[in-house]
Every structure is written in structure tokens, then in C-alpha cells.
């Protein structure tokens, strides 16, 4: 009734129809989403949001290929299209929707996101085929600069995947598929090894290895990496104990504390939990944490880091240069050690400019009284103009790779 378009329910039975009509004929599927509608109706109301939908109803029906297919609005900002495939009217509508909703007299920049079902067959019901195009729709990376995803069999066993991953972490970590690597942090002054980074892996029982690259960002979307971290913070403390109880010197091990973890109520009683149960103190373990995690939540990272920091652990500030944080807020973070990103080493020692760069950060690093690390060093080119540039500690494949604990 607000759009004049069809529901969700009377376009899937239109589609039976059209394909039962023209069986062999290839189509689309597409599903168009506005980004920041909630928005819109959240600052402006629920009218305003009702008065958009209604003009953008208006233009579709409007568009010169509208009659070629069917049009639907299933809930609030999502439509539906069908459309004979050699209209390829995906692109058409991308640029007439951005139009639209360019010249929309709201002072919020709106987007239209597509995700695309494209079949040459009525292999499956309308409805899932809409559910298919939405996926394509809600997976970043596929959504490329044009906002427009596409359904594809890749696009499907990569959701399978990761739905795989997440259903089977708990039987992994019953079964200690999870390990510990550990990849030394070094003084390059004297070869010294002065620590040591905890890094996870997943032996997979069918899948094989799984690099953290790949599940560690999917357990974050999920809210589901605070059980694994934990696992790998219990090998650590266990890996200390046994060091101890060995009689070798004590050097600390760097546990990484994903975002997500700061957000756990729990995580001072979980670390102080460890400690107690292994009988270790605070500096047996340095807290990994990247900088994103400073700059997007810092009203409520900030106080959880102090308070960890003023129990005794010392923090380290993970991916340093790759989060924005403004220098002047550099001064007055929680922080013991910067750990530079190692992208800052790509064009280094080669590139003046690269140089310039990396000394600098070590300057701010001195003037501040931080411990500068410098991460992804890899030839003795690098570890050279480093010392000279008067960087003392690195970690990098010059050095070694991460290796199992033992
Ligand atoms: P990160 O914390 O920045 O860890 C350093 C990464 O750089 C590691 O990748 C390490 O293998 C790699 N690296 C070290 N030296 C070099 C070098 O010289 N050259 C190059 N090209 N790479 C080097 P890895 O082990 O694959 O881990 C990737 C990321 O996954 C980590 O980046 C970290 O963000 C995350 N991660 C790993 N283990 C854990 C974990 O237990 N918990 C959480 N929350 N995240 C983890
Ligand atoms: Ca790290
Ligand atoms: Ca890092």
C-alpha cells in the first residue's frame, strides 16, 4: 500500500509464474537495500522514512525497464526485482537508485547495496533465491565499489565454510585442535631473545591447517573469538609454568586480546584466574592489543586497559600505524610498548622516504617512553638500517617463524 509494489508473498508466486511462462529463459534476481534508512528514521522518524520509501516506490515504477520484470518491497528499505537477464538492469538501477537518493532532500548520505541471484532455471523456489541474492548483499568484500554483490558458487562454499568453522569450534577446543605458536621477539643488538608472541592455529580435523587470518576476523564478527583467546591464554600460562618449573630464566609471553575480549565483564577475573591456577605473576604475560581497538571504543576500552595495566600487566599497543589514532592521543594512552605494523617495513631500508618515516616513529617512540618493536623484519638489510636508526627489539621471519610451542 505505501509503495504500490508488490509484498514479499505475491512477487515469489508472480515469479512461479513468469518462469513457468519462459522456463529456459535466463533472469535475475536482485535484492536492493538502503543504507543508513535506519538512520533516517531514527533522527528524523518513522514519517520521514515512510515518505522516502513511498518517492522511491514512485521512481522505480517510473524506470523505463520497470515493465520488463516485477518489483517487490518485502520489509521496511528492501527490495526485490525480477528481471529477464538481458535487460541487465542491475547496473541501471544502481545508477538510477544513487540518483535518487543523491537528490533526496535529507541531510543524510544514503547508498543503495544490491546482491544479484543471476539462474538460467527454476532449479529452486523464488523465495530462496531472494534469500540468496541478500546474502550476497550482507558479505563485505563482495560488495565491491559499485555496491553491488553477486551470488555465486564460490560465494556459497565460503559461506558454507565459514559456517563450518563457527559450528565446530567447540569440538575443537574439547579436542586441543587449537595450538600454540610462538614466535620470538628479539633484542637485534645482541641476538637476545627477549619474549615471546602466543599465536594461534587450527589444526582442523578435516580441513586441515587453518591460518588465524582466516577464522580469528570471523570469530570477531561472530562475538565468538573469547573462548578461543582464553584457550590460547591457558597454553601460554602453561607454557610459563613449565618453563619455571624447568629453571629457565623467565622471559614474558605476549598473549593477543582481541577488541571483542575488552567488552567481557569477566576478563580481569579470567587473567587473575590464570595467573592464580599457574602460579604466575602479571609480568609473565604482556597483553597484545591492536590500535583499531583504541580509536573506536576508547570511552570504554580506556578504563578497562588502565585498570589491567595498574594490575600489573604490561600493554602492548598491536599494529601500531595502521589505526589512526592521532599522534596527540598517542601521549595519553595506556600503553608500555608500541609494536610498529609491519607494513611500515615494506619499502624499508630501500626508500628514503620509507626511512624517514620509521625513524620518526622511533623518536616519537623515545620522546614518549615507549619500547618501540618493530614488527615483520626479514632480511639483515632491514635488521641492519634499524639498529643504525637506533630500533633495538623486532619480531620477524629474519629472526624466525612462528613454531610450535614445544
Ligand atoms: P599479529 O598479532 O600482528 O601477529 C603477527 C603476524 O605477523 C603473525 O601472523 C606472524 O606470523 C606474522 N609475521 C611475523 N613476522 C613476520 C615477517 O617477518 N613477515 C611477514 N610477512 N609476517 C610476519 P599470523 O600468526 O598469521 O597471525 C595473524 C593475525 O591473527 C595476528 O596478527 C593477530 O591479529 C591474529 N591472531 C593470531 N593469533 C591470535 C590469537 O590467539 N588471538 C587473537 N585474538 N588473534 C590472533
Ligand atoms: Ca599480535
Ligand atoms: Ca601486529
Known amino acids: 500500500m505505501l509503495t504500490g509494489l ?4 505475491a512477487f515469489y508466486r508472480r515469479v512461479e509464474q513468469a518462469l513457468a511462462a519462459a522456463p529456459a529463459a535466463p533472469f535475475e534476481i536482485i535484492v536492493l537495500d538502503i ?12 514519517r520521514a522514512g515512510a515518505l522516502l520509501l513511498q518517492a522511491l516506490g514512485l521512481h522505480l515504477i517510473g524506470m523505463p525497464d520497470a515493465h520488463c520484470g516485477l518489483m517487490a518491497r518485502s520489509a521496511d528499505d528492501i527490495f526485490f526485482f525480477y528481471m529477464p537477464a538481458e535487460v541487465h538492469f542491475v547496473q ?13 532532500p535529507l541531510p543524510i548520505r544514503m547508498h543503495a547495496l544490491l546482491g544479484v ?22 558479505i563485505r568484500g563482495t560488495v565491491r565499489e559499485d555496491r553491488i554483490g553477486y551470488y555465486d558458487h564460490a560465494l556459497q562454499e565460503h559461506l558454507l565454510r565459514e559456517h563450518k568453522l563457527l559450528d565446530d569450534i567447540p569440538d575443537s577446543l574439547l579436542n586441543g585442535d587449537f595450538r600454540m605458536y610462538l614466535q620470538p ?22 580441513l586441515g591447517f587453518i591460518p588465524p587470518d582466516e577464522f580469528i576476523p570471523l570469530l570477531e564478527r561472530d562475538l565468538s573469538v573469547y573462548p578461543v583467546d582464553c584457550y590460547i591464554w591457558e597454553e601460554a600460562c602453561r607454557f610459563q609454568a613449565q618453563r619455571r ?10 598473549i ?3 577488541r571483542c575480549d575488552l567488552y567481557q565483564p569477566d576478563l580481569p577475573q579470567v587473567l587473575d584466574g590464570l595467573l592464580k591456577k599457574y602460579d604466575l605473576t602479571p609480568r609473565d604475560l604482556h597483553l597484545e592489543v591492536i590500535e583499531r581497538a583504541y580509536t573506536e571504543d576508547s570511552d570504554r576500552i580506556f578504563p578497562v586497559l588502565s585498570a589491567l595495566r595498574a594490575s600489573g600487566f604490561c600493554i602492548e599497543i598491536d599494529d601500531f600505524g595502521t589505526g589512526a589514532s592521532s599522534l596527540s592521543m598517542v601521549a595519553d594512552l595506556p600503553v608500555d610498548v608500541l609494536k610498529l605494523d609491519r607494513s611500515f617495513l615494506s619499502g624499508f631500508p630501500d626508500c628514503p622516504r620509507h626511512v624517514e618515516t620509521v625513524r620518526c616513529m622511533v623518536r616519537l617512540a623515545k620522546a614518549l617512553g615507549l619500547t618501540l618493536i618493530i614488527e615483520g623484519v626479514e632480511t639483515a638489510a632491514q635488521a641492519e638500517k634499524l639498529c643504525a636508526l637506533g630500533c633495538q627489539y623486532a619480531q620477524g621471519y629474519y629472526y624466525s617463524r612462528p613454531r610450535p610451542a614445544e
Open 117 to 138: 541471484y543471476a539462474a538460467n532455471s527454476a532449479d529452486i523456489p523464488p523465495a530462496q533465491m531472494c534469500d540468496r541474492a541478500r546474502l550476497a548483499l550482507n
Open 35 to 46: 543504507e543508513y534508512y535506519t538512520l533516517v528514521c531514527d533522527v528524523f522518524g518513522k
Open 256 to 258: 593477543n586480546v582481541s
Open 245 to 254: 618449573a624447568a629453571g629457565l630464566a623467565p622471559l614474558p609471553v605476549s
Open 185 to 206: 621477539k628479539v633484542d637485534m643488538l645482541t641476538g637476545e631473545v627477549i619474549g615471546a608472541e602466543a599465536l594461534v592455529r587450527w589444526l582442523h580435523p578435516e
Open 6 to 9: 508488490y509484498r514479499a508473498p
Open 92 to 104: 541501471k538501477l544502481s545508477a538510477s537508485v544513487s540518483d535518487f537518493l543523491d537528490s533526496y
